[in-house]
């Protein structure tokens, strides 16, 4: 038997994460040995919050999912998944327009490292239209984020656009 654990990344900005990625998370805590939360450090991409702001958030809001990791990484997905002997990426799939997209990154990866499989999660129907653009444009106007994120990081959010 392959006792070989099953090691699975959810990468992504998470600038900030949604309900619809908490939901994503949790589902995928229940399929993997180890969920590890990738958060992109990408610096040419103007973001809300820092990297480390980002993972601080999710690590509070996954301290009841012992086997969820939180990280940020730079550079290849696929070089990161190597580093952390991961042999799947997860990715959610909201609507037809992320699939083009969503399949082409994934059948890159895999001429990158053929050992590297992408699991698409279709999103549950109460998310399925919530976005981070979104909730940073609700946001900036003063609208009400509540039924996109998880309330614990409302106030964090809204303070970005306090003057
Ligand atoms: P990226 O910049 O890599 O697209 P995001 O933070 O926007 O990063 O999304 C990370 C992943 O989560 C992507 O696979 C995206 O399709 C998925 N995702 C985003 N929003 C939702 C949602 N509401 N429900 C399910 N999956 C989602």
Excluded: C, W
């Amino acid at each position: 038997m392959n006792q070989e654990k099953k090691i699975a990344v959810y990468p992504g900005s998470f600038d900030p994460v949604t309900l619809g990625h908490m939901d994503i998370i949790k589902r995928s805590a229940v399929l993997f040995d180890t969920v590890i939360v990738a958060v992109l450090s990408n610096s040419a991409k103007t973001a809300l919050f820092s990297s480390s702001d980002r993972v601080n958030m999710i690590q509070e809001l996954v301290r009841d999912y012992p086997n969820v990791i939180v990280e940020s990484f730079e550079g290849l997905l696929v070089d990161y998944a190597r580093s952390k002997n991961a042999r799947i990426i997860i990715r959610g799939l909201r609507a037809v327009s992320d699939f083009e997209y969503e399949l082409q990154i994934a059948q890159t990866n895999r001429v990158e490292n053929p050992q590297l499989d992408t699991l698409f999660l279709t999103t549950s129907l109460n998310y399925s239209y919530i976005s981070s653009t979104i909730v940073r444009e609700f946001a900036s106007y003063g609208g009400d984020i509540s039924p996109f994120v998880p309330e614990e990081i409302i106030p964090l959010i809204e303070a970005k656009y306090q003057h």
